[in-house]
């Protein structure tokens, strides 16, 4: 199989272990920064190019795309799906996921479990925004924010008024959430793919800190996941289209409810803390699902 990883960076621990898994089960991979690439667009024809050189001979990419560039990314993605290159995550499904509202939306819909959440422009009424999601204490979120930030606990009403406010005074958007007290300023990532949940781990911020992001100085732990909670994180998968995904959830006294759900999940921290071999399991998908896409062995990229 021909393979490309689509990531800025070569040198990243995912992209690394990704590279690593494919050529141990003897696959053809190349690492592509899809920052550099660009596409030509003519009747009847979709080139992908890096530098002067077309993109051709793939049958499979592994988008691993950062949220700063989010629509180039989901435009490359794009023009390989138009050319019928099988991909582990659709540029639709790319775009769900990084909108925090519409994945919201979607998994609310979709009856997943997730903390109450509110959004709105600029609300006469405050306190009656705060009050709708259970009061105070509060969490608010910036829809732009990424690895933890951008995320305020509020403890009290007073003090969620004024963060509320001041985020409209500088014409952010925001969501706001309840605060899951008994999640105890821990999470649970687990990792899915293909349908089935291959690995999980308890992530607890560090002291004081209710962020349970390892960026933010958590740790992380083993962890085994009542069936309730790899369905949800399966079910939270399924709703935005992700056939790889880290789903971010809380234990809380009804049940686990979805934080987010991650379309190009970092590696580093589940395989080092649950010592699964998550990038091997990634390509294993490849391996069954890219011949059952419509373009293998018929139009390759640049033909």
Do not use: C
């Not at 393979?3 to 690394?16: D, E, F, G």
């Not at 409209?168 to 899915?192: H, K, S, T």
């Amino acid at each position: 199989m021909n393979l490309v990883i689509l990531s800025a960076n070569k040198n990243l621990y995912s992209t690394r272990r990704l590279v690593e898994a494919a050529e141990a089960r003897g696959h053809n991979v190349s690492v592509i920064n899809h920052t550099r690439t660009y596409v030509v667009m003519e009747s009847g024809n979709l080139n992908i190019y890096y530098g002067d050189h077309v993109i051709q001979e793939v049958d499979a990419i592994i988008p691993r795309i950062g949220a700063s560039v989010t629509y180039y990314g989901s435009a490359m993605i794009r023009q390989f799906e138009m050319r019928q290159v099988f991909t582990t995550v659709s540029s639709l499904a790319l775009g769900r996921s990084r909108d925090k509202l519409r994945a919201t939306q979607i998994l609310a819909k979709h009856g997943v479990g997730i903390p109450k959440t509110a959004f709105a422009k600029q609300p006469n009424d405050v306190e009656s925004l705060i009050k709708q999601v259970g009061g105070a204490p509060l969490i608010v979120k910036l829809l732009e924010g990424t690895q933890g930030l951008g995320v305020v606990l509020a403890e009290t009403r007073k003090a969620a008024k004024s963060v509320i406010e001041a985020f409209y005074g500088l014409n952010a958007n925001i969501l706001v959430q309840e605060f899951i007290e008994e999640a105890g300023g821990a999470d649970i990532r687990a990792i899915v793919v293909g349908g089935k949940v291959v690995a999980a781990y308890k992530r607890q911020g560090k002291e004081g800190e209710f962020r349970s992001n390892i960026h933010r100085g958590g740790s992380g732990t083993p962890i085994k996941l009542k069936k309730a909670e790899k369905d949800m994180a399966v079910k939270a998968a399924r709703a935005l289209g992700l056939h790889v995904a880290g789903v971010d959830m809380l234990q809380s006294a009804r049940g686990p409810l979805i934080l987010e759900v991650n379309s190009s999940p970092g590696l580093r921290g589940v395989e080092t803390t649950t010592n699964i071999d998550v990038a091997s399991e990634i390509i294993k998908y490849v391996e069954d699902n890219y011949t059952k896409s419509p373009g293998h062995k018929k139009d390759k990229v640049g033909a």
